[in-house]
């Protein structure tokens, strides 16, 4: 019996890499990648401010995305900045400053959120949100 055949009924099949009858069905290690940094709650909306507004203050950024305590905004933007989608900028004060302004690559992202956004509109009732729970 081949590597890849699997017995089913006393009938030889055959079966993929995976061990299962069938394609081997896997996530895509770019979507992975993407889903990784980008699936964390507030990302996205933080992407899309500095998208649409332009390099923000922190607290531009705190005001702009309601409901962000300091510190997960500390965080978010310090993955952002770590993936090297967002640069951080201390204005010489006084009084000291911090801004935050996306790179190329952060920029790239517009059409990307903005066929999310167009999807959401579409398919993602609010309602179906509000319905979530937690």
Not at 64 to 74: D, N
């Amino acid at each position: 019996m081949a590597e890849h055949e699997a017995v089913t009924d006393g009938v030889p099949t055959a079966t993929d890499a995976c061990g299962a009858p069938g394609p081997c069905r896997s996530v895509d290690l770019a979507l992975n990648r993407v889903f990784t940094l980008l699936g964390k709650r507030w990302t996205g909306m933080l992407l899309g401010v500095l998208n649409n507004g332009g390099p923000a203050y922190f607290s531009e950024l705190r005001r702009a995305v309601p409901g962000i305590s300091e510190r997960m905004l500390s965080d978010r933007l310090t993955e952002l900045t770590e993936a090297g989608l967002v640069v951080r900028e201390v204005d010489a004060g006084p009084p000291l400053r911090v801004s935050y302004r996306l790179t190329e690559g952060g920029v790239a992202l517009k059409p990307a959120l903005t066929e999310l956004a167009v999807w959401a509109d579409r398919y993602l009732p609010e309602a179906a949100l509000r319905n979530a729970g937690c």
